[in-house]
């Protein structure tokens, strides 16, 4: 339910085999077999730094398969650590702004079945994918973080100054407020119509926009009552980067009022959370989220 990006699932959708190991390429330490191409000045990339960069990918025959040189913009995303031994994010670790590279990766870790992710028929078992990339730009995490930031509250603002949104609000408002009437419950306001409550006060960390914050949640519908979700369902904590836009704006808001170890409610009125959009079998459109929270950790 939450609108998370992540690199394997670009990887795996957008890409796909290599061309034979030529001269010159050297082996990580955990197999990842690369060639540089240019070496610019300046530091490469860290983990948690949003990188952006233009990429081709062959087949074992040196068919071209994706031509990302061609795209209007380059790929972006977040720099993390490999999800394999071999991984092409250790790879791009070893990059810095200007720096091309050739990255050869086996189908067969990319596309482990064992673990679920299904090798595609049209990729030969055994064979090599061969990534070129070059780098356009890395921006440092916290400056990256800072423009998301940015970006997510101008869009909020602006979504929420619209004549429907502002007319859906004041629907949801009617609503909580008898909602709170019939249950005796006396929240707490915060921006855009947003209510919590909190049950244990946390002790620790304060969140602020920016950080990664990690917690356990259980989401039901106001009207009905229904758990439509929980991290425990999962059977793990969710942690997302507070007030990036990743998750629906009622948590961007509402976790940002907490210290670690709160334990909370959050009435999310539907402007804050899917608005008129369905979200998946449970969740219609204009429905009011109340979601219990547990702040475990942020950094």
Not at 186 to 192: G, H, I, R, V
């Amino acid at each position: 339910m939450f609108k998370k990006i992540a690199f394997n699932t670009l990887i795996a959708g957008a890409l796909i085999t290599f061309f034979g190991c030529g001269d010159g390429y050297k082996t990580t330490d955990d197999g990842l077999q690369y060639k540089i191409h240019t070496d610019a000045e300046g530091a490469p990339g860290q983990i948690g730094d949003m990188v952006s960069l233009r990429m081709k990918v062959y087949n074992a025959k040196d068919s071209l398969l994706e031509d990302g040189f061609t795209y209007p913009t380059p790929i972006e995303f977040v720099l993390q650590k490999a999800t394999f031994k071999g991984g092409i994010e250790e790879g791009l670790l070893l990059l810095s702004k200007g720096d091309s590279a050739t990255f050869k990766v086996p189908v067969d870790s990319m596309f482990n079945e064992a673990k679920g992710r299904e090798r595609p028929k049209f990729l030969e078992k055994g064979s090599l994918m061969s990534f070129i990339i070059k780098i356009v730009d890395v921006v440092p995490n916290k400056e990256f973080k800072k423009k998301r930031i940015d970006f997510a509250k101008t869009q909020l603002n602006r979504v929420m100054q619209m004549p429907s949104a502002v007319k859906q609000g004041l629907t949801d408002d009617k609503i909580l407020q008898e909602y709170f009437t019939k249950n005796k419950i006396t929240p707490l306001k915060s921006d855009f119509g947003l209510y919590y409550t909190i049950e244990t006060p946390g002790t620790g960390k304060q969140v602020v926009a920016g950080d990664s914050t990690t917690l356990h949640y259980a989401g039901t519908l106001l009207v009905t009552g229904k758990e439509f979700d929980s991290s425990k369902k999962h059977g793990k904590p969710f942690t997302f980067n507070v007030g990036l836009g990743e998750v629906i704006p009622g948590w961007d808001l509402g976790i940002a009022l907490f210290k670690v170890g709160t334990k909370a409610k959050l009435y999310i009125p539907s402007t804050l959370a899917y608005g008129d959009k369905q979200a998946g079998p449970d969740i219609t459109p204009n429905s009011i989220l109340i979601f219990d929270v547990e702040v475990l950790k942020s950094k």
